[in-house]
């Protein structure tokens, strides 16, 4: 049926067609009766009051069609969409549910579309409204880990729910009226079961690997140690230092595996206790000088004077400042200089550490790409042939984990400063360890 004749058997053009009929009546009943002039006057009165009638009344209609259209439309978007979605008020009265939503949380959008969800009810709730419940109210679920900020929107929060697995995550955000005020909320519900699944598989593979690969080659590095003590020849020499090398090389990649699977299923395993940040650099600075001797590098410390302690993972912490001391190293020019310094908090409640290099330094462009997962840099390649592209990853997982922030800053064939921030303040350490996304 076109649109005008559809709007035309609108209820709302019901006004329209009564005022016709009333019309009719007037005219079949006294109209004739009437003088030549008053027929006149009261045909143009009635046909302008008809006109009027007319064009409000198809004007109401036709918006009120556009509305219907346009809610159709959206209707049959969300109930296509692959993410559940629920719509709620402030009350948490459900309005909108879709299709997805009945799938992944095993209801039917009619006994839920119009029923008010509150806390009280957890008792006596019938089973199967357990995981809307708890999706509703996060603090009911086992397993929750924010991914932004309490309290802004929109809000995203990671569930998973054991027997049945099931891996959610959930992005709120407030709906609006025409005046701004928030009336309630969306939740866009994403089915992740099976991504984590995979993502799980294949950690649990790397994992596998890499601790049956470690074993035989520890075994074969202390052959080569065992060899490099004994009286040998310059030929000799060079082979078991090129071996023990690629051995060390070897186990260096196998234990980023390592971590970086441990870090993606969240079970890196923090233990937090006090550490003193100055004792703390002197003893790494002391482990790596014989390295930087090596690599006619010279290696300092800048600390202060007062001793600064701080709750952190020690053996973690060791991980991350390590990578960023032996990268200094690595990436250096023979007689260059690597100067690590802890600064004191000021304003904030934060210690800084930062390691400065007069190395090769890193392209401008390239710098946002540093902590992603096996980013090496096109000039390093060629020059330094080893390396796994995770340690950054692993440094930036450990510092988030403690609260901190990391970042670097560079000019290219002039060096490097990687810093970053631990907070002093215990309290803003996150409570739990979160599986790191690359953003
Ligand atoms: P790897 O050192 O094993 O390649 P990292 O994750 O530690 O892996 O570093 C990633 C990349 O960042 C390096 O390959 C290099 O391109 C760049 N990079 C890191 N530290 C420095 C540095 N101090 N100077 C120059 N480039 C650096």
Redesign the pocket.
């Known amino acids: 049926m076109k649109q005008s004749k559809l709007m035309m058997f609108m209820p709302e053009m019901r006004i329209f067609w009564f005022f016709i009929l009333l019309l009719l009546g007037v005219l079949g009943t006294t109209f004739f009766e009437l003088s030549p002039v008053l027929k006149i006057v009261s045909f143009v009165i009635l046909t302008g009051i008809g006109f009027i009638v007319y064009v409000n009344t198809t004007q109401i209609t036709r918006k009120n069609l556009e509305t219907k259209t346009a809610y159709a439309r959206l209707q049959n978007v969300i109930s296509n969409l692959r993410d559940g979605v629920i719509v709620y008020d402030q009350n948490f009265k459900i309005y909108i549910f879709n299709s997805a939503a009945e799938n992944i949380l095993s209801l039917k959008a009619e006994e839920i579309i119009g029923q008010t969800f509150t806390l009280k009810l957890k008792e006596g709730m019938q089973p199967k409204y357990r995981l809307l419940l708890m999706l509703l109210f996060p603090a009911l679920a086992p397993t929750v880990i924010r991914r932004t900020e309490a309290g802004a929107y929109p809000q995203i929060t990671d569930f998973s729910f054991d027997n049945p697995q099931l891996d959610l995550r959930v992005t709120t955000t407030e709906v609006r009226d025409e005046d701004g005020y928030a009336v309630g909320y969306m939740k866009v519900v994403r089915d992740r079961t099976r991504e984590l699944a995979l993502l799980r598989a294949k950690n649990e593979f790397i994992t596998i690997a890499s601790h049956q690969l470690r074993t035989p080659l520890t075994g074969i590095s202390w052959a080569w140690e065992t060899l490099h003590g004994e009286t040998l020849t310059s030929e000799q020499k060079e082979v078991v230092e090129n071996g023990r090398e690629a051995t060390s090389y070897l186990l260096k990649i196998i234990e980023?595996l390592l971590q970086t699977a441990q870090i993606e299923e969240g079970r890196f395993g923090y233990q937090f206790t006090e550490v003193d940040m100055k004792k703390f650099a002197e003893e790494i600075v002391g482990e790596y000088m014989p390295v930087a001797k090596e690599k006619q590098v010279s290696l300092y410390l800048d600390a202060p004077k007062e001793s600064v302690t701080l709750m952190a993972d020690a053996d973690k912490l060791r991980i991350a400042l390590s990578?960023?001391v032996?990268?200094?190293i690595?990436?250096?020019i023979p007689g260059g200089e690597v100067t690590v310094t802890i600064e004191l908090p000021t304003k904030e409640p934060f210690v800084k550490v930062s390691?400065k290099?007069t190395?090769?330094?890193?392209a401008e462009e390239?710098l946002p790409q540093?902590?992603k997962k096996f980013?090496?840099?096109?000039?390093?390649?060629q020059r330094?042939v080893?390396?796994?592209?995770?340690?950054?990853?692993?440094?930036k997982n450990i510092i988030r984990r403690h609260g901190g922030k990391i970042w670097?800053e560079?000019t290219p064939n002039r060096?490097?400063i990687?810093s970053f921030t631990l907070p002093t303040d215990p309290s803003l350490i996150p409570p739990k360890e979160i599986v790191y996304e690359e953003e």
């Open positions: 980023d990578n960023l032996d990268n200094g690595k990436y250096n390691v290099d190395g090769l330094g890193i390239t540093l902590f980013f090496r840099g096109e000039e390093v390649k330094e080893n390396g796994s592209g995770l340690g950054l990853y692993i440094v670097a560079s060096g490097s990687f």
